[in-house]
């Protein structure tokens, strides 16, 4: 069984330019998370989706995150455009079933902004 | 709000020895209590659970006991192997609220042979 993948590994841009970062979640998993870890700090909630509705977006930090994720399957979170602050891990995690905190996670997006 | 706090890393110890990482949680409800683990390179991976007070998680050698009257769940490992290096977090899923996992911020932990 395929795990939960992110493309790209890690990204290096410069501060205004725009950022996608993609999450392949595990297959026939709804739930699909998207954290984020900056700088050593604490791994930070940004949003959930269940399929293809977000149910929780309330760790996005501005209008300048746009998640998505077109027909419940692969997800998107763009950065238009990046400043410094958002540099960091992102990481994204599915489970099976809402409400169990097991979640398997991708190996996250090193994202630098310069 | 819910929170998770870890002692601060990097913990370097010598293969064999005796390993503690701290965690202290604070939470409105009921949580679950949780460890993960990132090897080099991967994603973080359940390592251990525990969902009520008293409750022993254990795995691959480590163990940590839910102590709800010191809110804590510390990780602990009797030998450490210089494999168990790794960034390990401690989280909480409070399942009287949002059950979206906490997490804190991780604790390094490198051995040496």
């Known amino acids: 069984e395929a795990g939960v993948t992110q493309f790209p590994s890690h990204s290096v841009i410069e501060k205004g330019q725009t950022v996608t970062l993609r999450c392949d979640p595990i297959?026939?998993?709804?739930?699909l998370y998207w954290y984020r870890r900056v700088m050593g700090k604490e791994i930070k909630f940004l949003l959930h989706?269940?399929?293809?509705?977000?149910?929780?977006e309330s760790g996005m930090p501005n209008n300048r995150f746009l998640a998505e994720r077109t027909g419940g399957t692969y997800s998107t979170l763009k950065v238009q455009p990046a400043e410094l602050e958002d540099s960091g891990v992102y990481f994204c995690?599915?489970?099976?079933?809402?409400?169990?905190?097991?979640?398997?996670f991708g190996s996250g997006t090193q994202l630098s902004v310069l | 709000g819910n929170s998770v706090t870890q002692m601060e890393g990097p913990v370097t110890l010598s293969e064999e020895a005796f390993l503690t990482i701290n965690c202290t949680y604070t939470?409105?409800?009921?949580?679950?209590l949780f460890w993960y683990v990132q090897y080099p390179g991967e994603g973080l991976q359940l390592l251990l659970k525990?969902?009520?007070?008293?409750d022993k998680g254990s795995n691959k050698g480590f163990e940590a006991t839910y102590r709800k009257e010191t809110t804590s769940f510390h990780l602990e490992k009797g030998s450490v192997q210089v494999s168990d290096s790794a960034v390990y977090f401690c989280a909480l899923s409070d399942l009287g609220g949002s059950y979206i996992p906490t997490f804190g911020r991780g604790t390094s932990l490198i051995v040496h042979p």
């Open positions: 525990a969902t009520k007070a008293d």
């Open positions: 989706f269940v399929k293809e509705s977000k149910q929780d």
């Open positions: 939470a409105t409800g009921y949580p679950s």
């Open positions: 995690a599915s489970s099976q079933v809402f409400g169990d905190a097991k979640l398997f």
């Open positions: 297959s026939g998993h709804d739930n």
